[in-house]
């Protein structure tokens, strides 16, 4: 099923109980508000599917896997109403991932930025490329890393997650990401990168679903308040891309 959305698309197939959601949009695959709500949507439907027994999430193209928030959508807001249910964008997909009851594999092939970041500490097993470096940039144009916030500090640690969002124009390459637990896997190149993750799905799609889903429970054990406490975070995220600092920080990002 393909979602087609201004630019972009999200699409879902399943093939032999592997379903791959994939999503694309133009500007190095950042995400519009359109795109997070079908993203959120088709993992949700993806984790009640019966014929489904593991899940890839991946990104088309052979560059960025995530540029993370639309700057268009950030400089479109106008109230903190609209700031909240856009920054919620994120927070759905995070749940909807924490409260999935299939595994499920990031195929990350290249940067991730921002809300990339958190996306990919959601998921369960990641696998990348040495091209995929990594940076939180919220700081530098005038926000902060709120919403997902607590999904990298579960992966990787407080140290290391307040390193990312102070450093907020540091990349940090993929040795550098394996080491601190975001990346499972990494390889040289894309065609090794494809070949991990159908291994893994392969070898996921013929295990007990049952124990899958029990293993789930246990990899997200104490998150139960996070509904509540990504929204407050959303909030947060809403209001500050209101003022001035953010919204001239934004408008000379997009002029780099």
């Not at 007990?208 to 889903?213: F, K, T, Y």
Request: hydrophobic content about 45%; charged content about 25%.
């Amino acid at each position: 099923m393909i979602q087609q959305i201004k630019d972009g698309f999200v699409n879902s197939e399943t093939h032999q109980g592997i379903t791959t959601i994939e999503f694309f949009h133009p500007q190095s695959n950042s995400l519009p508000g359109k795109m997070l709500e079908e993203l959120a949507k088709e993992i949700h439907f993806a984790g009640t599917h019966a014929e489904t027994k593991v899940i890839i999430l991946k990104s088309a193209g052979d560059r960025a896997f995530c540029a993370g928030a639309s700057f268009d959508e950030l400089l479109q807001i106008t109230t903190e109403s609209e700031g909240l249910k856009f920054f919620s964008g994120f927070a759905h997909i995070i749940n909807a991932m924490r409260k999935c009851s299939k595994l499920i594999i990031a195929r990350v092939q290249g940067k991730c930025i921002g809300g990339g970041v958190g996306i990919v500490a959601a998921a369960d097993y990641v696998i990348a490329t040495t091209a995929a470096e990594i940076k939180l940039s919220e700081l530098a144009i005038g926000i902060g890393p709120f919403v997902v916030g607590p999904v990298i500090e579960r992966k990787i640690g407080i140290a290391a997650f307040s390193a990312l969002a102070i450093d907020a124009n540091m990349w940090r390459n993929s040795d550098w990401a394996k080491r601190k637990g975001l990346f499972s896997e990494v390889h040289e190149n894309i065609d090794n990168l494809d070949e991990a993750v159908e291994r893994h799905a392969h070898n996921l799609s013929h295990s007990n679903p049952e124990a899958m889903a029990e293993l789930k429970k246990i990899f997200w054990k104490d998150t139960s308040h996070w509904d509540s406490l990504l929204k407050e975070r959303a909030a947060i995220s809403g209001r500050l891309v209101l003022s001035s600092f953010a919204r001239e920080s934004i408008r000379k990002f997009k002029k780099v």
